[in-house]
């Protein structure tokens, strides 16, 4: 079996420093603990105090000797995820449908079948889609394909040369629009249009432009304010010096944008590598683990402008809730859409913050509103969803397709 080392994760480097940095602080704090010297927050006041009791009466060597082997325990389990990842044996096992059309790098898959009613999925344009089709048993596309509908996947690849100059009005009005037509030319009837993520957003812009081509519209933890409960330095990146910074590459590198987006949550990937350390490689947990994994791991660059557009317009500006985000001259305004419309916001969401999304179903009153007891992506390939998410969009999709 193939034991090829993965690159991930990624960004390496990142990872293993943060791990340091977090953990060998400990120690640096220590005096200053001994002394009474820290700052403890309100919540973290009476424990502080109490361990600084417990620092006083102790042995010196001795707790700096347990706190020593603590620190090492712990970089040893991160590294020891780090190595079980990258030398597990699973590899993605499904394999992609056939483009059905292409234009530059971003394909149209068609998973079937030929008589089903059409479903035009948009994932980000960061992750690549396949988190919707991950594994035979695990994929969205195949479950709503066995129901007798037919999901399409807009593929959208890595920005080659052509695509480098593109702004978010090229994929939504060249790539996107031509996809649609496309799934229109091989059914002859309006799909409904699902987006996931920062897909939600090409999705919504498109249901704008061409809400007389399409039969309804599903937004899937889809963000739309960005400074709703989002972490203080998230409007850093609307900061002069930061759009410099963006300029400096003609494609945002995808080891650049995880480190970004690492920031949120600096302890979460070391957490979680010391967690899949102790499982048995051979469960069935290490191996949905790797999947994941290597999904998260294989994101795209991002093109320049697109990454001006996103990391300042949105993140930092916050241009949709205020009504400044544009598509070819027209601000994305939710309200003007008015077909059938389901919006699901996952309540254990920790990359779309809930209350990001609330804003988005607030915009659009008129909306089914779907609250699963999930994360962003448990939701999606999860042990439960089918239960939260799949069962319930293939039943709203039925009902906006199918029924009479």
């Keep these: 079996m193939n034991r ?10 990142l990872h293993l420093a943060t791990s340091w940095i977090v ?55 991160v590294l020891a995820g780090i190595d079980a990842y990258r030398h597990h044996p699973y590899r993605r096992r499904v394999r992609d449908p056939a483009p059905l059309w292409r234009e530059g790098t971003t394909l149209l898959r068609d998973y079937g079948p030929g008589a089903g009613a059409p479903v035009l999925f948009v994932p980000s344009l960061i992750n690549r889609g396949y988190i919707l089709d991950l594994e035979s048993d695990r994929s969205l596309l195949r479950y709503l394909s066995a129901r007798g509908l037919r999901p ?12 480098q100059g593109f702004t978010l009005t090229d994929y939504v009005v060249g790539r996107l629009e031509g996809a649609l037509d496309a799934v229109r030319r091989a059914t002859g ?40 409960d989002a972490p203080a330095h998230i409007r850093l990146f609307g900061a002069p010096p930061f759009a410099a910074f963006l300029r400096l590459s003609p494609v945002l590198p995808v080891d650049l ?23 048995d490689p051979a469960s069935s947990e290490a191996q949905a683990f790797v999947a994941l994994e290597d999904w998260l791991n294989d994101g795209v660059d991002l093109a320049g402008p697109v990454a001006e ?8 500006e916050n241009r949709p809730e205020q009504g400044r985000w544009r598509i070819a001259g027209a601000a994305v305004a939710p ?35 779907h609250r699963p007891l999930a994360g962003h992506i448990g939701m999606m390939v999860g042990r439960n969803a089918e239960a939260v998410l799949w069962r319930p ?9 199918v029924a009479p």
């Design 335 to 369: 309200e003007r859409y008015g077909g059938p419309t389901l919006i699901v916001v996952p309540a254990r969401d920790r990359i779309v913050p809930p209350a990001s999304a609330e804003a988005l179903a607030r915009r659009m009153p008129h909306a089914l509103v």
């Design 189 to 228: 009837r309006p799909p409904a249009v699902v987006g996931y993520c920062m897909g939600g957003l090409l999705a919504l812009a498109l249901a704008q432009r061409r809400a007389a081509d399409i039969a309804g519209l599903a937004l899937l933890a889809t963000p739309w304010d960005f400074h709703a």
């Design 4 to 13: 090829a080392t993965r690159r991930g994760p990624r960004p390496l480097p």
């Design 257 to 279: 944008l995880q480190s970004l987006l690492a920031s949120l949550d600096p302890n979460l990937v070391p957490n979680k590598l010391r967690a899949f350390a102790r499982l």
């Design 23 to 77: 953990l060998t602080s400990s120690l640096a704090a220590l005096p200053l603990a001994r002394l009474g010297s820290l700052s403890w927050s309100a919540g973290l006041a009476p424990a502080g105090a109490s361990l600084e009791q417990a620092l006083g009466a102790a042995e010196p060597e001795a707790v700096a000797h347990a706190l020593t082997a603590e620190v090492r325990r712990r970089l040893g389990a």
């Design 393 to 401: 969009l293939a039943d709203w999709l039925e009902g906006v397709l």
């Design 152 to 163: 399409f996947l807009v593929d959208w690849g890595a920005p080659a040369e052509a695509e």
């Design 309 to 316: 557009e996103c990391m300042i317009g949105w993140y930092g």
